[in-house]
């Protein structure tokens, strides 16, 4: 792997763009200090100007150049959970530039675990602003294969089928008051256990961010959320084709059908892989049986009901 991960890193100093792993999902990235290699980026993945890209490190030290306040919430944060699946949003440093903040003055930071992420952002030595290795608003690839399915990037590393399956936790430090901008593997009650303080939720005016949108991490099939004692009497009344992701075994009367984990994190793990495995049986419509309402399925929820629109 190392002689891919010089080449990969070549890339990115050349101004090219690589998909690489990280636990969550396979990012792709550009370096963050070109303007012209983050407007390949946008490019390529149909990406609105405005919409803030996360900058990823190898380390803590480095992350925190491209912020010019840093909290000792921050510091809290990053000694308990970087590297890992956490986003912080800090005030920027003049080295964070509009091209990846969307013009605000806030930074969404990251300094993942996966050991081909840490080799890659090692090797280059700099900040790469990577969001997810796919189409805007589109699933988010999991694996290499998706993202050479949906995207032409210069580069692929190859890491394995991403271990959280879901976008990182996003919490924004910018301000006295934190705030959860995104729910992710690490929850809210973790964050509030460590710090001692209470988060809050997000507002109208709270700090733009990957993931903030009402529809995202979408199939191309419309889908849709039904409660699970709403499963039957939905797929009774359909006369179009119809693919389930539910928890309960298979009905027969349904073309497609996927059986997902009753554990959150392997739901989550499976999640996207699954829903780019329905999409490609062409049916009319997806329905998701909704999972459960208790604090341990809030990512997953987030995310089911961004595909869902």
């Given amino acids: 792997m190392s002689s891919a991960v010089r080449r990969a890193a070549e890339v990115l100093r050349a101004g090219g763009l690589v998909a690489f792993p990280t636990e969550t999902v396979y990012g792709l990235g550009a370096d963050a200090s070109s303007a012209e290699a983050v407007a390949r980026l946008y490019a390529a993945k149909g990406r609105p100007a405005d919409h803030p890209v996360i900058v990823h490190f190898a380390s803590a030290d480095g992350a925190f150049t491209f912020a010019r306040e840093i909290p000792d919430a921050a510091h809290k944060l990053a000694g308990q959970f970087w590297p890992g699946p956490l986003t912080m949003v800090l005030k920027r440093s003049p080295l ?63 890491g394995g089928p991403s271990e959280v399956g879901i976008e990182s936790t996003i919490i924004d430090v910018s301000s006295l008051k934190l705030v959860l901008l995104r729910p992710g593997s690490i929850s809210k009650e973790r964050i509030q256990d460590l710090l001692k303080i209470t988060i809050h939720e997000k507002k109208s005016n709270s700090p733009r961010h990957s993931g903030g949108l009402e529809r995202h991490y979408a199939p191309k099939t419309p889908a849709m959320l039904v409660p699970p004692h709403e499963l ?78």
Avoid at 234 to 248: C, Y
Wanted: aromatic share 8%; charged share 25%.
């Fill in 96 to 158: 964070a530039k509009d091209f990846v903040t969307g013009g605000q003055d806030s930074v969404g930071l990251r300094v993942p675990s996966h050991p081909v992420a840490q080799a890659l952002l090692r090797e280059f030595d700099g900040g790469v602003a990577a969001p997810s290795a796919n189409r805007f608003g589109n699933v988010s690839a999991t694996t290499a294969a998706h993202v050479v399915e949906e995207l032409d990037a210069e580069f692929v590393l190859d």
């Fill in 232 to 309: 039957d009497a939905e797929i009774a009344r359909r006369v179009d084709t119809v693919a389930v992701l539910a928890f309960s075994k298979p009905d027969e009367r349904v073309d497609y059908w996927i059986r997902m984990p009753k554990e959150p994190q392997a739901y989550a793990q499976r999640l996207y892989a699954a829903l780019r495995e329905l999409d490609s049986a062409r049916c009319a419509t997806i329905l998701i049986e909704s999972p459960p309402e208790t604090a341990e399925w809030i990512a997953v929820r987030d995310r089911l009901q961004r595909a869902a629109g």
